[in-house]
């Protein structure tokens, strides 16, 4: 459920959607087939396919085969291939053919191909001269790099830019957009986001890089920013800017693994690429009165996270990447991704040195992989002004990793004018004024706020905005029909105060429930921005459920009402509570915090002692805590959202440790006790064998505590598949005073099931689970032992239903699919032990939504 969240809350889609309510099919033409030899009848791959006088074109794969679809009124298709005799054919606009196409072997061929007659062996590794030559690249990929100098530094330019793609003139005329024709733009016609879009979104940096091999740091200046201005009340500027650029990263071929659209790929000239990659000598060439050989290659299995194109290898003993393109095979196991292009041109200095000069990354998005309206992406990185080698003062490295100058974004169109690498394209130019021109049309303000509301769950009164929607009716065992109304201030009441708060009523029970909350801003910054720091202070009478914790999700999500078994054993809390928190540039982080909490038994959950066979029933439990949480998270990102900040997991650990004293007689606080809790998490990622998120936790709780004071381990009687809690325990299940817990979820990214014949057409990603939780109680917090403490909580038949873990760790796995219909996972999930237990269940299917690409 956190995943959907996490995507749909992006603000970028709402305004995609306030111009996607209606999309039509645009026509194209579709041709498909396949090149032999004219000889021996064998498939020939990587044969240039291309639309003569254009920049459109494709390759065949490893089989021979190729498919090419066209916006156009084109007539001809070329085929070239090293060593034989190019060949165009004629094909007819607006109608899907297939051809078959046989090239003849050509008797000039160039000297350094050598092309033997007869059948074509089957391909391998051992004395393969492309293979050969693939591994000199990557023996020597170091010293062709910027990592591989002592020192760099250079100025480097992005652009980012997004808009509407392959639009039809049908598109253009629904009376939806009678006054936004302003908006729309024509383009190349060989361009990969089609001719007629929509620009909606794009921002520029400028910035100055420094790098040192030993020890190895970046630091990165900042200069200049500017980007499209959207309205916070529809918008959120930081987490459209995070998420795209997080989608559309660096592409480092030098790099083992590379990272696009939150995948990572195998690079071609990765250390084991060889196990992975087919390679083939296609032609060679001359760039820049320099003669390159030109290396093809594509993934030895079609659906696997890897990459197809072509390398620019050099001939002058270095073995460098001179130019690169990199696209991806139809087949992929990827989602919503119509096309895909990346090229890299490398320079050298006067040294003979190679560096990157420039990297363009291009990506047509659609729901549909062939026909409709889409989204186009394109990312531009530029580099200059290097200099290599000469020794950078330590100074210069000192604070974050990146750096932001003061009046970075305040600066003139003449100045980027200047200073820009390349000037802006026919599509790009007015992208700036146009929206802004765009944001003041009433028409555009009723759209947006339609759309907001229905992804971001909120509607927006300028300072104050309401919601969540999906919080506004739920359903549980203790309050029945419940329905809710909340809101919060915005930053246009003001940037330094905010409140929130809700009011709900149950009506089974009866009962008002209700939340304030007043936050005051430190740093004159939103307290969804990085880096926080606040103070806040809040007071919450509602429900909660005993063991039930979630993240970035409401409790109170009318989805999460379905729940199975018995789940009466309820909480009403009373909580007052005051944090302060620090957020640091290097995210490191604390948290500071006094609680004061009352619970009160709700349902059929009971507070009772028994001593000299008396039972003594307590309507109340009454804490007052001190707290102290540091947490540190190297390199940290976010998916900034209206509602929450969400951090994505990238490859570097997280580490919590938190400190809780309870305080007997301080505001009516009954116990003391000190409860310390640590946990780390990372992501591992295996390359070709996909990912996994490793969680490791573990707790203490000194003192004499009832047990709603002890750790109440995390349970879901929910239908979905909860990523941090125990699918197939009960709420109030298990308790401890001392644990600790290993959770292992694993996803293969289909590296399986994409070589099952048929299967791998429905493009499924196997994902493995083990979570395991050892803990114990001591004696002096066991209610059989010490009468005075609170007995544990027995179900309607007098049978007790909560318990220790003295004997056996509890385990549960999972074993299951997603990547279902693009949307779904779900899970077979086993319970190893403590089968005896009432109420609990040794198999479960789980169900997840997980939007991923």
């Given at each position: ?29 579709v ?42 009124n ?48 089957k ?27 002592n ?43 089609g ?24 630091k ?70 320099q ?39 139809k087949?992929i ?17 006067e ?29 531009t ?14 100074s ?13 974004d ?18 790009e ?78 009506f ?39 063991g ?32 302060y ?11 500071l ?7 009160s ?53 997280v ?43 573990g707790?203490?709780?000194?003192g ?15 239908y ?8 197939l ?14 959770n ?43 009468n ?66």
């Amino acid at each position: 459920m956190d995943s959907i969240n996490r995507f749909i809350k992006i603000s970028f889609f709402t305004i995609i959607s306030v111009f996607c309510v209606q999309l039509l099919f645009a026509q194209n033409t579709v041709v498909k087939g396949t090149v032999i030899d004219a000889k021996t009848k064998e498939t020939l791959p990587f044969v240039s396919v291309t639309i003569p006088g254009t920049r459109l074109g494709s390759s065949t794969d490893a089989d021979g085969n190729f498919n090419v679809q066209l916006s156009g009124n084109y007539k001809t298709i070329s085929f070239t291939y090293v060593g034989y005799t190019s060949q165009v054919r004629n094909i007819t606009p607006g109608i899907p053919q297939t051809i078959k196409v046989l090239l003849k072997a050509d008797a000039n061929v160039l000297s350094e191909v050598v092309v033997k007659s007869g059948r074509r062996k089957k391909y391998r590794n051992k004395d393969n001269p492309a293979v050969e030559l693939i591994e000199k690249v990557i023996a020597n990929k170091d010293n062709n790099r910027v990592r591989g100098y002592n020192f760099a530094e250079y100025q480097k330019y992005e652009k980012l830019s997004f808009a509407l793609s392959d639009l039809s003139d049908k598109f253009k005329e629904k009376k939806l957009f009678k006054n936004y024709q302003f908006l729309f733009k024509n383009q190349d016609s060989t361009a990969i986001g089609g001719q007629t879009i929509l620009p909606l979104y794009m921002e520029e940096k400028l910035s100055e890089v420094y790098y040192k091999k030993n020890p190895s740091q970046t630091k990165t200046k900042i200069l200049a920013t500017k980007k499209v201005d959207f309205d916070p009340k529809y918008i959120d500027q930081q987490g459209v800017s995070a998420y795209m650029n997080r989608m559309y990263q660096d592409i480092d071929i030098y790099e083992n693994n590379v990272f696009v659209v939150s995948n990572q790929f195998l690079s071609p000239i990765a250390n084991s690429a060889p196990n992975f990659y087919l390679y083939y000598i296609t032609d060679t060439v001359v760039v820049d009165n320099q003669k390159l050989i030109e290396l093809s290659y594509a993934p030895r299995n079609k659906g696997d996270m890897l990459f197809q194109g072509k390398l620019y290898i050099s001939q002058d003993g270095k073995f460098a990447v001179k130019q690169a393109l990199v696209t991806v095979h139809k087949n992929i196991n990827l989602n919503f991704i119509r096309d895909f292009e990346s090229t890299l041109d490398f320079s050298q200095n006067e040294k003979g040195q190679y560096y990157l000069s420039k990297n363009t990354l291009q990506i047509n998005f659609g729901i549909s992989k062939t026909k409709g309206s889409g989204v186009f992406g394109e990312r531009t990185v530029s580099f200059k002004n290097y200099v290599i080698d000469k020794p950078i003062p330590d100074s210069i490295f000192n604070g974050p990793a990146e750096e932001v100058v003061k009046s970075a974004d305040v600066h003139t169109e003449a100045f980027w004018k200047d200073n820009r690498h390349e000037a802006l394209a026919a599509s790009e130019q007015g992208i700036y004024h146009n929206i802004d021109s765009l944001q003041n049309m009433s028409s555009f303000k009723r759209t947006a706020e339609i759309a907001t509301l229905l992804i971001a769950g909120y509607k927006s009164f300028g300072p104050v905005e309401i919601g969540p929607a999906n919080t506004f009716y739920s359903f549980n065992p203790v309050e029945g029909f419940r329905l809710r109304f909340g809101g919060r201030t915005t930053t246009q009441l003001s940037k330094r105060y905010y409140f929130e708060g809700y009011g709900a009523y149950g009506f089974k029970d009866e009962k008002w429930k209700y939340f304030l909350s007043s936050t005051y801003s430190l740093n004159n910054k939103s307290i969804y921005q990085f880096p926080q720091n606040y103070i806040r202070a809040s007071f919450q009478r509602d429900t909660k459920i005993p063991g039930q914790e979630l993240q970035f999700v409401q409790e109170d999500n009318f989805l999460l009402s379905f729940k199975r078994g018995e789940n009466d054993q309820w909480l009403y809390n009373d909580v007052f509570r005051v944090d302060y928190i620090k957020e640091y540039e290097n995210h490191f982080s604390y948290t500071l915090g006094f609680r004061k909490w009352n619970q009160s038994p709700a349902g059929s959950l009971l507070y009772n002692s028994i001593q000299n066979n008396i039972v003594t029933t307590h309507n109340d439990l009454n804490t007052s805590e001190l707290s102290l949480e540091l947490r540190w998270a190297p390199n940290e990102k976010f998916y900034q959202s209206k509602i929450y900040r969400t951090p994505v997991p990238g490859p570097n650990p997280v580490f919590t440790a938190r400190y809780t004293a309870g305080i007997k007689g301080l505001l009516q606080g009954e116990y003391n006790y000190h409860n310390l809790l640590g946990n780390v998490y990372k992501r591992f990622y295996l390359s070709q064998l996909g990912y996994t998120d490793v969680t490791v936790e573990g707790g203490y709780i000194f003192g004499q505590v009832p047990f709603p004071l002890l750790d109440i381990h995390r349970a879901n009687q929910t239908y979905s598949y909860q990523l941090n809690s125990y699918n197939l325990m009960n709420f109030l299940e298990f308790v401890s005073d001392h644990y600790a817990s290993l959770n292992i979820d694993h996803s293969f990214n289909g590296f399986f099931l994409n070589k099952v014949p048929l299967i791998k057409k429905l493009k499924l990603r196997e994902v493995v689970t083990f979570k395991g939780l050892y803990g114990g109680l001591r004696n002096e917090n066991n209610p059989s032992i010490h009468n005075e403490l609170y007995s544990f909580p027995t179900n309607e038949n007098a049978v007790s239903s909560t318990y220790t873990l003295d004997k056996s760790p509890y385990i549960e796995g999972s074993v299951g699919l997603s990547n279902i219909f693009k949307v779904l996972r779900i899970d077979l999930v086993k319970r190893f032990n403590y089968l005896d237990h009432p109420e609990v269940s040794e198999w479960g299917i789980r169900t997840r939504f997980k939007l991923d690409f």
